[in-house]
Every structure is written in structure tokens, then in C-alpha cells.
């Protein structure tokens, strides 16, 4: 007779691993261990400390050795949101990918998503952001944990009185250079990112 699994203990309160402090973790599911670095952003994702979780966010690009200005953009200057955060798994690695929003009417690239990507222990290893000036356009991007057929993991659509609209917007990818598409009238989603080694692989626009 097979020995029966333990059973599945309830999320923990004050989670070392993610610095919940007192709420419910959002990682209920899978849960590696992070890094303390790691930790601090993941607290600022929970509680929706905006500025908070930049600040931590640049520090530990900073102690990747890469340039957080560089690396974030004008996500470095500016109070972002959390929307997700999820652990993703993609050729036998763990990922931690957060989608954070800094649209303002106040900045020409009225719409702005960015797509982060971490290791638990602390890497910072790619960001993507996308923006469009069109006033009338919601950006809504979506985590895939398990991925689409063509390996889709980020799909960035959009709602609002843009769908009736066409217009061009931006890709912005560390290291990489920079993409424009064109949204056409009534398409949804106009951009898609699947995770590749440990980089952002963009598969729309092309």
C-alpha cells in the first residue's frame, strides 16, 4: 500500500520568503524560496507600496550589477502599480515575472505596461515595456503560468474607445532594440511575450 501524502498546509502568515508581513501569501500554489532582495519587491507587489517596490526593484538591479535606468526605464523616476506578480517555470527554470503599470495622462506615452522578469535568488534578467499615446486606450496585460500554444506568457491587450481607433505604439526591450507596431481598428491584443532562456522572447509585433 502506497504511504499517503501529507496534506497541503494552509498559506502562511508572515512568509519569510515573500515578506508578507501579516497578509495571506499570493503564492499559495508554488512557492520557492527567494532571496531577501527578492522578498522586499514581492512585499511592495502585496501591499501596493508603489514607490516602495521601485525603490526596491532598483536596488536590486543595482546589486545584479546592471543599470537600473537602463534595465527599468522611466519606470526608475516614476511610482508604478502592481497588477500580477507569478511564479512561472520554463525550461526546467523558476521565474518570478511581475507586469507593473505607470500610465499617466501626464507623459506623452500615456499607457505604459512593463514586463519584468526575475530569478528567485535575486537576478534581474529582462524588461520589456510597452506604451501608446492614445488617450482613449486601456493597456490590459495578462500572466500566462501555463503557456498558449505559441509559448505565449505576457499578452498585452487593450479596451476602451481605442478598439475603434488605429494607432502605433511602442516595444521597449532591454538590450534590444526598440519595436513599433500599429494596433488596427477592432484587433484586441497587439503584443505577446513568451520567455526564452532567461530572456523575453517578443512575438508580436514582429
Same mark, same amino acid.
Not at 55 to 72: E, N
Given at each position: 500500500?502506497?504511504?499517503?501524502?501529507?496534506?497541503?498546509?494552509?498559506?502562511? @502568515?508572515?512568509?519569510?520568503?515573500?515578506?508578507?508581513?501579516?497578509?495571506?501569501?499570493?503564492?499559495?500554489?508554488?512557492?520557492?524560496?527567494?532571496?531577501?532582495?527578492?522578498?522586499?519587491?514581492?512585499?511592495?507587489?502585496?501591499?501596493?507600496?508603489?514607490?516602495?517596490? @521601485?525603490?526596491?526593484?532598483?536596488?536590486?538591479?543595482?546589486?545584479?550589477?546592471?543599470?537600473?535606468?537602463?534595465?527599468?526605464?522611466?519606470?526608475?523616476?516614476?511610482?508604478?502599480?502592481?497588477?500580477?506578480?507569478?511564479?512561472?517555470?520554463?525550461?526546467?527554470?523558476?521565474?518570478?515575472?511581475?507586469?507593473?503599470?505607470?500610465?499617466?495622462?501626464?507623459?506623452?506615452?500615456?499607457?505604459?505596461?512593463?514586463?519584468?522578469?526575475?530569478?528567485?535568488?535575486?537576478?534581474?534578467?529582462?524588461?520589456?515595456?510597452?506604451?501608446?499615446?492614445?488617450?482613449?486606450?486601456?493597456?490590459?496585460?495578462?500572466?500566462?503560468?501555463?503557456?498558449?500554444?505559441?509559448?505565449?506568457?505576457?499578452?498585452?491587450?487593450?479596451?476602451?474607445?481605442?478598439?475603434?481607433?488605429?494607432?502605433?505604439?511602442?516595444?521597449?526591450?532591454?538590450?534590444?532594440?526598440?519595436?513599433?507596431?500599429?494596433?488596427?481598428?477592432?484587433?484586441?491584443?497587439?503584443?505577446?511575450?513568451?520567455?526564452?532562456?532567461?530572456?523575453?522572447?517578443?512575438?508580436?509585433?514582429?
Amino acid at each position: 500500500m502506497a504511504p499517503s501524502l501529507p496534506p497541503v498546509p494552509p498559506p502562511r @502568515i508572515g512568509c519569510p520568503d515573500c515578506g508578507d508581513s501579516g497578509n495571506v501569501s499570493l503564492f499559495r500554489s508554488f512557492r520557492p524560496r527567494v532571496s531577501p532582495t527578492v522578498g522586499l519587491v514581492l512585499r511592495g507587489a502585496t501591499l501596493s507600496e508603489g514607490f516602495d517596490s @521601485i525603490q526596491a526593484l532598483k536596488s536590486l538591479v543595482l546589486a545584479d550589477g546592471k543599470d537600473p535606468t537602463a534595465f527599468l526605464g522611466g519606470l526608475v523616476l516614476l511610482q508604478a502599480d502592481f497588477i500580477q506578480a507569478r511564479y512561472v517555470e520554463s525550461d526546467g527554470r523558476t521565474h518570478l515575472l511581475l507586469l507593473m503599470d505607470s500610465s499617466t495622462p501626464l507623459r506623452p506615452e500615456h499607457s505604459t505596461i512593463a514586463a519584468v522578469l526575475l530569478s528567485p535568488e535575486g537576478r534581474a534578467l529582462d524588461c520589456v515595456r510597452f506604451a501608446c499615446e492614445n488617450l482613449d486606450t486601456d493597456l490590459v496585460p495578462e500572466i500566462f503560468v501555463e503557456p498558449l500554444a505559441d509559448g505565449t506568457r505576457v499578452k498585452v491587450s487593450r479596451s476602451g474607445r481605442g478598439l475603434k481607433e488605429t494607432f502605433t505604439y511602442r516595444v521597449a526591450h532591454w538590450q534590444r532594440p526598440d519595436r513599433e507596431g500599429v494596433a488596427k481598428e477592432g484587433d484586441p491584443i497587439f503584443c505577446a511575450l513568451r520567455i526564452s532562456g532567461d530572456r523575453f522572447e517578443v512575438l508580436a509585433p514582429e
